[in-house]
């Protein structure tokens, strides 16, 4: 990971072409743009939205973004109607992708030089997104770049698996209720002490939905205006307050409510007075309802995490003959169960935790060269989850 240093160049460009370009940019705004070759690596390419109002007059946020398998227009359609309404300027690598590192910087440094060398990019608003995979390049990413703005992290965390109670940058997370890293995004989420939003969805391992994305550029939008990266605009800042208190549930008492309400308390401090919010998440807090659902939780991801532990201590078990047959049995009983759990007819949190399990088991045996557990695996595939 010490060769990430090296992407630490994003937003670096010639003031020569910078000025040239700038001026006589002919890619078209409004538009989404498929393959965008960089000017200085005919190799490297990425998607591009340019909001329809982009000109070189003035500096633009821009998002850095990467998909697991490298299409950058799949993502790009998720960014685009957040990136239009705020103006911001998105690019798609369509070289990053899962795999070596080295792939993967050289997709981070062409793009971010060939963008900064094309359009005036605000340096103080510079985020970075992604899923899966990409989800932790754009972490590894804002980690070895100075003054990053903020990570929309879609269902994956940090490439280097440390566990963190600040980062320098506001993260927007997103987890499926059936996706195996579901677990992953909850420890950030609990650890981090610094600004991050955790929204989860009813799905699988999926890219966030369009309508997920412009509450995460949303969040940023309040996030720069509190750090003072984007001049305040009290009027954004009542739109996106109206719209996140017309969605909390004011009549009900139990964690999903106790959550928004506390979340519009910490997102609007400073830009709007939200004494009524934080009293009621504070009241709300003590209730033995919400109280008994935190447990609950807890006590869930606990055995998650015990359950996970020992399908990879007996998948460890299966290169040793002595252990083989002994693994193999418990792995045999482990997939049953859970595949008859997440075949169940009621969306349940063991149903969901099932899932999540048993599609990590799956793909995480994929490529097993034990002949016998592969074959235990192929009788217990399930449909793929998704939104």
């Known amino acids: 990971m010490t060769a990430l240093a090296a992407w630490a160049i994003l937003g670096t460009a010639t003031?020569?072409?910078?000025?040239?370009?700038?001026?006589?940019?002919?890619?078209?705004?409004?538009?989404?743009?498929?393959?965008?070759?960089?000017?200085?690596?005919?190799?490297?390419?990425?998607?591009?939205?340019?909001?329809?109002?982009?000109?070189?007059?003035?500096?633009?946020?821009?998002?850095?973004?990467?998909?697991?398998?490298?299409?950058?227009?799949?993502?790009?359609?998720?960014?685009?109607?957040?990136?239009e309404k705020y103006g911001y300027i998105v690019a798609w690598s369509n070289n990053s992708r899962n795999g070596p590192w080295t792939v993967i910087e050289a997709a981070v440094s062409a793009m971010t030089k060939d963008v900064a060398s094309r359009f005036r990019i605000d340096p103080?608003?510079?985020?970075?997104?992604?899923?899966?995979?990409?989800?932790?390049?754009?972490?590894a990413l804002g980690l070895s770049v100075p003054d990053m703005a903020g990570v929309m992290a879609s269902s994956a965390g940090y490439a280097d698996g440390k566990r963190r109670k600040e980062l320098p940058f506001a993260v927007f997370e997103t987890a499926g209720t059936e996706d195996f890293n579901y677990s992953e995004m909850r420890e950030i989420d609990r650890d981090l002490t610094t600004p991050h939003l955790l929204a989860v969805f009813e799905g699988g391992h999926i890219w966030l939905s369009p309508e997920l994305a412009m509450d995460a550029v949303e969040w940023m939008e309040l996030q720069?205006?509190?750090?003072?990266?984007?001049?305040?605009?009290?009027?954004?800042?009542?739109?996106?307050?109206?719209?996140?208190?017309?969605?909390?549930?004011?009549?009900?008492?139990?964690?999903?409510?106790?959550?928004?309400?506390?979340?519009?308390?910490?997102?609007?401090?400073?830009?709007?007075?939200?004494?009524?919010?934080?009293?009621?998440?504070t009241v709300m807090g003590k209730d033995k309802r919400v109280r008994d659902a935190i447990r609950t939780d807890l006590k869930r991801d606990d055995e998650e995490r015990q359950t996970r532990q020992a399908i990879q201590v007996a998948v460890a078990s299966l290169a040793n003959s002595n252990q083989h047959a002994d693994a193999l049995k418990q792995l045999s009983q482990r997939a049953k169960t859970l595949s008859e759990t997440a075949a169940g007819p009621t969306d349940t949190p063991e149903r969901r935790m099932a899932r999540r399990v048993l599609s990590e088991m799956l793909m995480n045996g994929s490529t097993t060269k034990d002949a016998e557990y592969g074959a235990i695996l192929k009788q217990y595939r399930m449909a793929r989850p998704g939104r």
């Open 15 to 83: 003031p020569a072409r910078a000025q040239r370009t700038f001026a006589s940019s002919d890619l078209p705004s409004g538009q989404s743009i498929a393959k965008v070759v960089c000017l200085d690596d005919a190799i490297q390419s990425y998607a591009l939205y340019l909001p329809s109002g982009y000109a070189p007059n003035r500096a633009w946020p821009v998002i850095y973004a990467f998909d697991p398998a490298g299409r950058g227009l799949n993502p790009i359609d998720r960014y685009q109607a957040a990136a």
């Open 124 to 139: 103080r608003r510079t985020y970075a997104a992604g899923m899966s995979g990409g989800s932790r390049a754009a972490l």
């Open 224 to 281: 720069a205006m509190k750090s003072g990266r984007k001049p305040r605009d009290q009027a954004e800042a009542d739109a996106i307050y109206a719209t996140r208190v017309a969605r909390v549930a004011t009549d009900q008492v139990d964690q999903d409510s106790w959550l928004a309400t506390k979340a519009i308390a910490e997102d609007f401090a400073g830009l709007k007075d939200v004494s009524q919010f934080t009293a009621k998440a």
